[in-house]
């Protein structure tokens, strides 16, 4: 198992602008697409040209509540996915979400007839340069998100605090559309003049439109030449609404309210949710991946630690049932024995069963001896250090529980050594579960302290020590016989285990006293 | 129980083979007939219940456990002497759906004597001993 390997793949399989999207994800993009295509030309050239539609004031406020809302929530879900990729290229395109978002509070406000007849701020062109503003500024954070990404996706530029990055990236959006907002507002005399009151568009509207759909289709051709990910076909979906947004916002009647301005808002919305939609499925895909990581490496950590009680008590089993055996033949021979006229077949009868049954409990003893007896096959080079992090890594949470700082001091040039590597971590376990332990019930500071030494130039000296209550001189010498145990639940087999695979590799398990309290507990494994 | 005017007929039920004809060889000092049974299932599908007088059996084994085959035996023969061997006493403390049921329970490796005084006196039943 290469762990690290792992959670790299991982990483990367599991995060939206990183993972490919599949041939599914590729249709079902088509398909909104083309669904889009049909509901424009239905409109455009088609049959619901005609449509009469009323005015829907509340619509407005209802409509961009919900596009603030979902871009928002766009917004921080990206922001945090910067907090774990540390990618430029989320940070802009998560600002290029809030730069939406807010832009829309002077939308709503400017809008005739919502909050004022003829909006509470602004004049009557602010409205729609709000709206032409809004539609060129999102597709350029999408081309800066396209063109930051080619610079290395995987770069992490940022080296600072993730807080410090966002929270400059929301404050340089909030300025810039600030200052949209004060031009498209103040300066709304010195714009030119694409509607003609508060409902119908001006000949001049398409002029103003033309450029800032051309953004849109910019950004659909950058992202095109160089997709990669899921979140790359998404934003081009994106871009695909945006660009029909324009003109059928002016044809086939170049009017608010009309059919062709309501399913613009409907195209809107649908822009403002896709990647919000994808977001969430990732994160519930990323959930349930998290989980069933979780409950495997809960699982895994119990079956290596099958060398404390588990197996003592399996060994306690075998054992038990030939000593069984042999206590009630050695009765039934006494008592054959014993009578006024002693049986001697069946007593003998009965003796020979002990016998057979001692060397029954023998060959237990011997077959338990060659659980931990390492042969060439499984002794392989061992990467002491990296044993101690998986050990460290499986024991996090008990480690986390009980409030136990670790330190780790690893050598780094150690000479090769060779062994069993699950009975080598099975040992470790044991000895950093048994300073958990330790450590529980003592006040703080718990210190774990793991430390890997070359030894006698050949060797490995690994130590885990601990600032638990310490063993007492009186057991130091029995702590490794089986069936020693000061714990309340535990059957005592754990260190005698351990020695017996230590000692299996050629090398010693030792303890010692740790200053100013604790244990030390260290093994030597050899080349 | 040499005084017992019939031999006493005893079923022993263990998955283990060695300790059930050391069992049947304990028993056989004390002068009692002894059925072998190497699962509860054999020795309910034997239709011997009915002549039994007393039962021994292992608590842990696969399929149906000691436990098990007491309820079963109780519905049939209700106050049949019952007695239970473990070697795992530490898993008697998990909880049961159905209560404890008449039995006594002894601890492998258990004393020999101490098993065949038991049944001597469940044999004998509640009333007074017989002289």
């Known amino acids: ?527 | 129980m040499t005084d017992h005017p019939r031999r006493s007929l005893i079923a022993v039920v263990d998955d283990d083979r060695r300790v059930l004809e050391s069992l049947e060889i304990l028993l056989e000092s004390a002068d009692c007939d002894v059925r072998l049974f190497s699962s509860p299932t054999a020795l309910l599908e034997s239709g011997c219940l009915r002549e039994i007088d007393g039962l021994i059996s292992d608590v842990g084994m696969p399929v149906m456990d000691g436990f098990d085959l007491v309820r079963v035996v109780h519905e049939a023969r209700p106050g049949l002497p019952v007695f239970l061997v473990t070697g795992r006493p530490d898993l008697l403390n998990r909880p049961r759906r159905d209560g404890p049921g008449h039995y006594r329970l002894f601890k492998k490796p258990f004393n020999g004597q101490d098993l065949l005084t038991a049944v001597a006196d469940a044999l004998r039943g509640p009333g007074p001993p017989r002289s």
């Open chain 1, 1 to 527: 198992m290469q762990p690290t390997a792992t959670i790299v793949s991982e990483e990367q399989e599991l995060i939206l602008s990183t993972l490919a999207p599949g041939p599914a994800q590729r249709r079902l993009a088509f398909a909104v697409v083309l669904g889009m295509l049909i509901v424009f030309g239905l409109i455009t050239a088609g049959p619901l040209a005609s449509l009469r539609t009323r005015p829907i004031t509340a619509f407005v406020p209802a409509y961009a509540t919900a596009m603030f809302v979902c871009d928002s929530i766009t917004a921080i879900l990206l922001f945090a996915q910067f907090s774990i990729l540390r990618s430029r290229a989320t940070l802009v395109i998560a600002s290029g979400y809030v730069f939406s978002a807010l832009i829309l509070i002077p939308w709503i406000l400017t809008f005739p007839g919502v909050f004022a007849p003829t909006g509470l701020i602004g004049g009557l062109q602010s409205t729609s340069w709000l709206y032409f503003f809004q539609h060129a500024g999102f597709p350029l954070f999408v081309v800066g998100y396209a063109l930051s990404r080619e610079a290395g996706f995987t770069t992490r530029i940022w080296q600072g605090s993730m807080r410090a990055a966002v929270a400059l990236s929301v404050a340089w959006t909030t300025a810039l559309v600030s200052a949209v907002a004060f031009l498209c507002t103040a300066g709304e005399a010195l714009l030119p003049r694409v509607v003609l009151n508060s409902v119908h568009l001006s000949p001049l509207w398409p002029y103003a439109g033309a450029p800032v759909a051309a953004m849109s289709v910019v950004a659909l051709i950058v992202l095109w030449r160089r997709h990669r990910s899921t979140l790359d076909l998404w934003l081009m979906v994106v871009m695909c609404l945006y660009t029909c947004e324009i003109p059928l916002s002016y044809y086939p009647m170049p009017f608010r309210f009309s059919i062709g301005w309501y399913s613009v808002r409907a195209f809107g919305f649908l822009s403002s949710t896709l990647v919000l939609i994808v977001l969430l499925f990732e994160i519930k895909t990323l959930y349930a991946k998290l989980l069933g990581a979780m409950l495997a490496q809960r699982r895994e950590r119990e079956a290596r630690l099958m060398t404390g009680d588990a197996v003592a008590a399996t060994i306690a089993h075998e054992v038990n049932q030939p000593l069984t055996s042999m206590v009630a033949s050695a009765d039934a021979g006494f008592r054959f024995l014993d009578r006024s006229v002693p049986n001697l077949e069946r007593a003998k009868e009965a003796f020979q069963r002990i016998a057979e049954d001692g060397h029954r409990a023998g060959e237990v003893v011997g077959s338990i001896r060659a659980i931990f007896k390492t042969d060439a096959r499984t002794r392989t080079p061992l990467d002491v250090n990296e044993i101690i992090r998986e050990a460290l890594a499986l024991e996090r949470t008990d480690l986390r529980k009980h409030r136990i700082l670790v330190e780790a001091e690893w050598s780094a040039h150690l000479p090769e050594v060779r062994g069993d590597r699950v009975q080598v971590q099975q040992v470790l376990l044991n000895l950093i579960t048994n300073a958990i332990h330790a450590m529980a019930a003592e006040d703080e500071p718990r210190v774990l302290c793991l430390k890997s030494e070359a030894h006698q130039g050949d060797g490995v000296i690994v130590s885990v020590a601990d600032t638990g209550a310490g063993i007492s001189a009186r057991d130091l010498d029995r702590i490794f016989t089986p069936l020693f145990t000061t714990k309340s639940d535990g059957m005592g087999m754990g260190l005698s285990i351990c020695r017996a695979i230590i000692e299996a590799h050629y090398g010693r398990l030792s303890v010692a006293p740790n200053t100013p309290r604790g244990a030390i507990f260290q093994f030597t494994l050899h080349a």
